[in-house]
């Protein structure tokens, strides 16, 4: 568990999934990824994070506002293999997945940095890199904010086809 001024950042607990299901199958939240996420694979995507943390000790962690206990998302870090496809893979990947009803209060970008310290101190990473769709601004602020680089190295997201309108990504960088 890690901890911001506003947010904590921890291991899943069986409340979030329907929350979370909730989330991925929000047209708005998901405006930027190819289609909606099913229950079954939102749930399957939990499990994915909580074995990560649970082995690593960090991954994608659940958000909840200290204020009130509330969980809005996930926040956290991801090593990207060398065969993902990503450029500068094996690479730390920044990510984060929030309410809508969260959004526009600086909670991604508060978490965002403490995750970027996290990967420099704990895991001793030289930098972490992050990456959005072209036409997703808001997720691209956050990275700005959060101290990250654009660095011109535009590419096809391997995992969404070939000439889908949101195939085309950035990727934004912070080195230590």
């Known amino acids: 568990m890690i901890e911001t001024e506003r947010l904590i950042l921890r291991q899943w607990r069986d409340e979030d ?66 065969e993902s496809g990503i450029p500068h893979a094996p690479l730390i990947e920044a990510g984060w997945r929030l309410q809508a009803r969260h959004w526009g209060n600086g909670y991604a970008t508060e978490g965002a940095k403490r995750v970027i310290r996290y990967a420099f101190e704990q895991l001793e990473s030289p930098e972490v890199y992050a990456y959005t769709p072209l036409q997703h601004m808001a997720s691209q602020r956050v990275m700005i904010k959060a101290g990250m680089t654009n660095t011109g190295e535009d590419f096809n997201y391997p995992k969404i086809p ?13 080195a230590r």
């Open 17 to 82: 999934y329907p929350i979370y299901a909730q989330l991925n199958a929000d047209p708005e939240v998901m405006r930027y990824f190819p289609e909606l996420m099913s229950r079954e694979e939102s749930d399957a995507q939990i499990g994915r994070f909580t074995k990560h943390i649970a082995n690593k000790g960090w991954g994608f962690w659940a958000v909840e506002l200290k204020s009130s206990g509330e969980f809005i998302g996930f926040i956290g870090l991801h090593k990207q293999k060398e």
């Open 162 to 174: 070939a000439g889908h309108a949101l195939g085309r990504f950035c990727l934004y960088k912070i």
